[in-house]
């Protein structure tokens, strides 16, 4: 990333009251710096010469990770992961490839982790590709979409469909080819250095069609050569340690691009973020169109905001916004606008338009109104769970809540941990941040069971973000929102030695759930 420019500053200051059309006014400069300069760049699909026989070597070798994580270096990246094709390697490559990771994030001072790009490489034999993060161990499923998705949700990761349009492709058949698939994050909606028309579409449609869907989108290079890797990147805000961008990409908290970045808050939310409110909205909104190192210089020229009510015109082939703002053309800038919301609106993004390229964020959703909502919390007992009722975390400003439920069924210790379940509520969504399972026991004393085990329903193992209470949240979706499923979590804490007998088991959750059940 590189540094703002002065001049730049003094010239934002000077438009600091500069009141545009539809309602738009610049604001400060200071906050607009303050939040451009945390956010970073990566680059989530790039291969190397473990994609041995690709086409793009020409029957030669592919470059090295080292080679490919110094050219991301050099470009102002903060991170890649390495996506090579399950098609063209074997288990013990990859985990070779693993080793190459190591050393290169040790020579290049960036993070260098881990994918895959699985699918059928064969001219006519392919269903399309999958994007593979935050694997425990290499995949090769059978050749149908949904068996990619499972086979890497059972690997403890989460993916990405690769290029879902690929049309431009010497084979046709690198296109996704099943979209009634479920289990999967999002898609690459920029790719190679270009904008999917067609990805667009697609997403709006998921996102317009389905109302309780929670589809990202990504930007990527798929770089198969070092002159290629960061054409197309993703923004994340704040740190970026493997944890924290994995993190980012799961739950949407990013921004697409080729080069410029434009990012935007509502209600002091940022993206990928809820806003429960029942009123208009303020959108900060931020920009810098030479946001990586050695870019092309370029100006804003346009800002397009969109929601699931945008309507889809045949003219054009495309979603139009729901309002546009011509701002000054600047290379930095920030400025205000307003929208209204209705009971319908369930999403915002934004898309900036440069001279040098095109930005695409991920939504800040919307949720219409306030209420109770809750998960289920069931226990084993040595024969099947049982039902201990809804734990009220409801807080409709989205602040955390610490609820202690005492334990009605006596845990049974199964391999020495005592299992639980949370299980969402249909109507509700719940953001967790931290489970605890105490005990009191007969001399009065409490004793803390250790969380060992949390795995996601769909998102696998989700440990990390249970243990602390850190703002690092899981998303758990009711039925409602998940395609008729509602999604769990199985926690497993460590259980008591055989001479301790506890008086009262004490379940603790915190986190926050937003939505009315009986809206």
Known sequence: MKPIHVMTAILIGALAFLVLPSGTSFVSAASAFTELQYWHAGDQHVHSEYSSWDASYGGGEGPTVEQQAQAAEDKGLSWIIMTDHNAMMTAQDWSDEGVDCQAAEASTGIKVMLGLEVGNCYPYFSFGHYLAYDIDYYVNPPNDCQSMI?????????????????????????????????????????????????????WHDILKNNPSARVFGI???????????????????????????????????????????????MGGTRIGGTVSTTSAQTLDIAWDAQHLEGQQSGVIQKIEVYTNESSYSYWYGRYLPVKTIIPSQTETGYTTTTISVTAQTRYVRLKGIFSN????????????????????????????????????????????????????????????????????HPKTISDIDQVQLRAILEDGTVQEFPLISARHSEDGNVLDLLLKSDDRRIVEQGADHNGGVSQSIDLRFAALGPHREPVAFIFTIEGCNMICKTC
């Open 357 to 424: 390229g095109e930005s695409y964020t991920n939504p800040i959703w919307i949720n219409y109104g306030s209420g109770g909502g809750c998960p289920y919390l069931q226990v084993w007992d040595g024969s099947d769970y049982v039902d201990e009722g809804l734990l009220d975390i409801h807080n409709a400003e989205g602040v955390d809540v610490t609820y202690e439920h005492t334990v009605m069924t006596v845990p049974e210790p199964v391999n020495g941990a005592y299992q639980f379940r949370l299980i969402e």
């Open 219 to 265: 930007g990527n290079s798929d770089a198969h050569l070092p002159g290629q890797v960061g054409n197309t990147v993703t923004y994340k805000y704040g740190s970026v340690s493997a944890y924290d961008v994995y993190f980012a990409l799961r739950n949407g908290e990013s921004i697409m691009s080729n080069g410029p970045l434009i990012t935007f808050k």
């Open 150 to 202: 499972n086979a890497v949700n059972q690997a403890g990761g989460f993916g990405f469909i690769a290029h879902p349009f690929a049309f431009n492709y010497l084979w046709l058949d690198f296109y996704w080819h099943d979209w009634d698939v479920t289990g999967y994050k999002g898609m690459e909606i920029m790719h190679a250095g270009t904008v999917s028309i067609a990805a667009i579409n697609k």
